[in-house]
């Protein structure tokens, strides 16, 4: 029975990626920062173990809790929306904590297992705004680029020892909190200098009014499905609006 480990699994896609593996007969790993009671169903086969992907020593201690991975799923991350001229740098520098550093993090813990075993797999969670140019999200978008770059190379890295590499690209999701995280609880227009005001309004307009979004379970597929791939594919848009722009990109 196969083991996968999973970063954010509290809540919206890595919550819904837990599940989906557990249903699928693996053993789960689900990790939080925190330990909150109930947010998913623990079992013989389900832990929630905590780790925070900022705190070295979490990661260690997680991977020791966890024993063998065959697969880590990367899909911790904090969000960011507002102009990048309001954003402070030390909201930059949460982001790639976060978004860039933690991934890097995790999959550095986990690799001498991999290797020495001679299989496993990787995968990344980064977002579609990397299909497409986005307003308002300047840092969001940089530090999933990041891994995005991060991830090609190291899939080339790792092929000789039978280690795979996959990204995963999720659209926007509307049953996610990801517009409340983005801002830290507080509205948009925080990052918002009065300069940019209606532009940015404009932009949140016409988001809100798209005609495609991502579900939960579109992500959590699309991970199954790349951690089974099979063809060397390294990129995996999740969604239907994910998929449009990998299409027209």
Not at 110 to 136: A, C, I, K
Request: charged share 20%; aromatic share 8%; with cysteine.
């Amino acid at each position: 029975m196969k083991t996968v480990l999973i970063t954010g699994a509290s809540s919206g896609y890595g919550r819904a990626i837990a599940r989906h593996f557990h249903s699928q007969g693996w053993n789960v790993i689900a990790t939080t920062r925190t330990r909150p009671a109930g947010v998913l169903p623990e079992s013989g086969r389900l832990r929630v173990v905590e780790l925070d992907v900022t705190e070295p020593e979490t990661i260690v201690a997680a991977f020791e809790a966890a024993g063998s991975v065959d697969v880590l799923v990367n899909n911790a991350g904090v969000p960011s929306i507002g102009v990048f001229e309001g954003t402070p740098m030390a909201r930059v520098r949460e982001v790639f904590e976060t978004n860039t550093f933690g991934v890097m993090a995790t999959t550095q813990a986990v690799l001498p297992q991999f290797r020495e075993r001679g299989s496993g797999v990787v995968v990344n969670v980064t977002s579609s705004v990397v299909l497409g140019h986005m307003p308002l999200s300047a840092v969001y978008k940089a530090s999933k680029m990041a891994v995005e770059g991060f991830s090609a190379s190291l899939a080339l890295e790792l092929a000789p020892f039978g280690v795979q590499v996959k990204v995963v690209e999720p659209g926007a999701c509307l049953t996610t909190n990801f517009a409340a995280r983005a801002t830290n609880g507080g509205p948009v227009d925080e990052l918002v200098p009065e300069p940019y005001a209606p532009w940015a309004k404009s932009v949140m307009h016409d988001f809100a009014s798209q005609d495609l979004y991502t579900k939960e379970s579109d992500v959590a597929e699309t991970v199954w499905r790349a951690v089974h791939d099979t063809t060397g594919l390294l990129r995996f848009p999740a969604g239907a609006d994910a998929v449009r722009l990998a299409q027209a990109k």
